[in-house]
T-cell receptor, first 115, second 114 residues
Framework: GAVVSQHPSWVICKSGTSVKIECRSL??????MFWYRQFPKQSLMLMAT?????????EQGVEKDKFLINHASLTLSTLTVTSAHPEDSSFYIC???????????FGPGTRLTVT | AQSVAQPEDQVNVAEGNPLTVKCTYS??????LFWYVQYPNRGLQFLLK??????LVKGSYGFEAEFNKSQTSFHLKKPSALVSDSALYFC????????????FGAGTTVTVRA
């Protein structure tokens, strides 16, 4: 298989603090990972494309200084939500593409609640 | 630009009846097409994909989909639905010329009643 994990699965933080979410490909290497945001009963919105060893590519309207992405290895990408606010509360999902498969494998998601 | 339309927010069927979830797409070039399923508070699970070849694609859990280039559609089907098929289904497209980026439809909630 091709398994992607995320940690933590859920997190509650106070407004103004920062939260780091990890995304790992457990049994394959991924030069490219993706970060999505999903609001309740809505579709996935691509936030950014994370490339190993280089800067992430952010979608229009996504603040790169607020959502810091680091892809330090072929199996790990991290998303840090800096100075979180209640409106950042959401379900964050990462995915990784297995080379040659054309398909993205998704993590189980992280539920972020900012109080 | 690429986009996906899922015209039905909800689909309700009785267990044992056929299930169809509709999807149409728009891309500049040739598409890669995917179906994913999402259960509450979970990530997406891959069901099937069309890359090339036979227009009828068979996937996980008895699902299949047919690629129709003239109608730009990729409808998901299952001959006999189960209550456990109740979930949120997403169609997604990737333009072969637009590296990696997937565009998702709005999703269709499927409810299968016993």
């Amino acid at each position: 298989g091709a398994v992607v994990s995320q940690h933590p699965s859920w997190v509650i933080c106070k407004s103004g603090t920062s939260v780091k979410i990890e995304c790992r490909s457990l049994d394959f290497q991924a030069t490219t990972m993706f970060w999505y945001r999903q609001f309740p009963k809505q579709s996935l919105m691509l936030m950014a494309t994370s490339n190993e060893g280089s800067k992430a590519t952010y979608e229009q309207g996504v603040e790169k200084d607020k959502f810091l992405i680091n892809h330090a290895s072929l199996t790990l990408s991290t998303l840090t939500v800096t100075s979180a606010h209640p409106e950042d509360s959401s379900f964050y999902i990462c995915s990784a593409e297995k080379t040659g498969s054309y398909e993205q494998y998704f993590g189980p998601g992280t539920r972020l609640t900012v109080t | 630009a690429q986009s996906v339309a899922q015209p039905e927010d909800q689909v309700n069927v009785a267990e044992g009846n056929p299930l169809t979830v509709k999807c149409t797409y728009s891309v500049s070039g040739n598409p890669y097409l995917f179906w994913y399923v999402q259960y509450p508070n979970r990530g997406l699970q891959f069901l099937l994909k069309y890359i090339t070849g036979d227009n009828l694609v068979k996937g996980s859990y008895g699902f299949e989909a047919e690629f129709n280039k003239s109608q730009t559609s990729f409808h998901l089907k299952k001959p006999s639905a189960l209550v456990s098929d109740s979930a949120l289904y997403f169609c997604a497209v990737r333009d072969r010329r637009n590296d990696y980026k997937l565009s998702f439809g709005a999703g269709t909630t499927v409810t299968v009643r016993a």
